[in-house]
């Protein structure tokens, strides 16, 4: 199993997920996290159901939690869901990028769209009728902090703290401020593709390091970090 368990308990199962592995996949004969995690619980007498509550890009490694009961995939799934000035799942990502922002530190906030056709998000305007007629779900609020922790002469080190969970968030917005995610191929920049191709980059440079919630049934708060 590819999947690594960092906790688990009769509520939820905590996950450290490798790059390149889908949490969820359509695709006849292709592993993904779900299905292996449902293969590991039949394997320990348990009924072999998991509830995904939040997802990662399958090129980008980091922590999941994933729920074993209805009640607990409804508890979590309503705190992914919480704005701002309530969120109670706090999301911590590390990011090398291509360049380096204008400062140190900033908040990043953008109207984002998604065409489910192509599979890509677009960054939009309230009144960009093309695009967003274009696309499948309304266009919504993306937000995010950053905070640079070391730079070289081509790329930067990233702390990024997620407000908002918009599909291909990071990756589009950081790109949309010219600072372009190394890995990839969807939102990055012709440099910053060269770049990733000379350095033997293929997977998204972004890692969930950080991933904090109310436990659903002690209402206990559970840290998980990795090094």
Known sequence: MRTKILYEDKDIIVCHKPAGLPVQTR???MPDMESELKNYLHDNNEKPLVYVVHR????VEGILVFAKT???AASLTKQVGLNEDNEKMQ????????GKPDSGSGFL?????????SNQSFIVSEDDDVK????????KEARLEYTVISSDDETSLLRIHLFTGRHHQIRLQMANAGCPLLGDQKYGSEDSVRYSREHGIKNVALKA??????????QETMSFSLN
Not at 109 to 117: F, L, V
Not at 209 to 218: A, G, M, Q, R, T
């Open 70 to 72: 209805k009640d607990a």
């Open 27 to 29: 695709k006849p004969g």
């Open 209 to 218: 390091v950080s991933l904090e919630f109310i436990h659903p049934k002690s």
């Open 56 to 59: 990662l890009d399958q090129p």
């Open 132 to 139: 967003v007629n274009a696309t499948k779900y309304k266009p």
């Open 109 to 117: 906030t953008d109207i984002m769209a998604m065409d489910t056709g």
């Open 91 to 98: 999301k911590i990502y590390e990011a090398r990028v291509y």
